[in-house]
């Protein structure tokens, strides 16, 4: 139930956006088997966008194992979401055993953006083996889309038994950033399931109340998935409200 939940959680990688983009693959140049890395850097850097994302398209198409750190390489600086989801993709094509040793080496990095899409294709891999490199420094980067990512990723990669533990490291980021930050972390606790309420009990009861507010929001998802986050914020600052009212004042 935890992984169903998660694969929903982590940030999607649309597949048919991925069939979409292959009708592409006709107008690109087809690489030979013997292509060389100079060739696939230079189709990967192209001032032009759609160039790039054919590239990274023909390069999944047919991976080899040179392949995967020009494409490692790559998403550390491509300014392209769509592009870098491509690149991603190109990855996913390669056995874990060739890409994980590259990724984990991406999570040192003092390039956010390469932290940031190594955890995010890491959450793609879906390998265990990962999980002990999801640090509580990831957990906690001061960038928000590392820390964004290393939420998804750990959410996946969580060996079972430890989700109580996970739920306690995520819920100190209770009331981090704005909407969208905030949003991300609550869908990552929520697919921790039940696991995750001790954790929210002892934040409702922080002195901040926007830690409080954020976990009663999240604490409503868990229980109503329907009902939204703008309406379970909404709702939550309302509690947090009356609770902070002086008493007496009506």
Not at 91 to 110: D, F
Request: with cysteine; glycine share 4%.
């Amino acid at each position: 139930m935890k992984h169903e939940s998660a694969t929903r959680v982590a940030v999607s990688f649309d597949l048919d956006t991925v069939a979409t983009f292959s009708l592409l693959a006709e107008e690109v140049v087809p690489m030979t088997m013997a292509r060389l890395d100079t060739e696939v850097r230079r189709r990967l850097a192209d001032a032009s966008a759609t160039v790039r994302l054919r590239a990274a398209l023909a390069v999944g198409s047919a991976p080899e194992p040179g392949d995967v750190a020009v494409l490692v390489e790559r998403c550390a600086v491509e300014p392209e979401f769509f592009v870098r989801d491509m690149l991603t993709w190109a990855l996913t094509r390669h056995p874990a055993s060739r890409t994980l040793p590259v990724l984990l080496r991406e999570l040192r990095s003092e390039r956010a953006q390469a932290r940031s899409q190594a955890l995010h294709t890491l959450s793609k891999v879906g390998d265990g083996r990962a999980w002990p490199e999801i640090t509580h420094a990831l957990l906690t980067d001061a960038d928000d889309e590392v820390a964004r990512s290393a939420w998804r990723a750990a959410v996946v990669l969580v060996p079972e038994g430890a989700e109580p533990a996970l739920a306690a490291e995520l819920a100190t980021q209770l009331g981090r950033g704005g909407r969208e930050t905030q949003l991300s972390l609550s869908r990552a606790l929520v697919a921790l399931g039940e696991s995750i309420l001790p954790a929210l009990e002892a934040a409702a009861t922080a002195a901040d109340p926007g830690v409080r507010a954020h976990a009663l929001a999240t604490e409503r998802l868990l229980r109503d998935p329907d009902a939204g986050f703008a309406f379970a914020v909404e709702e939550a600052k309302r509690v947090v409200a009356l609770q902070d009212r002086p008493a007496g004042d009506d």
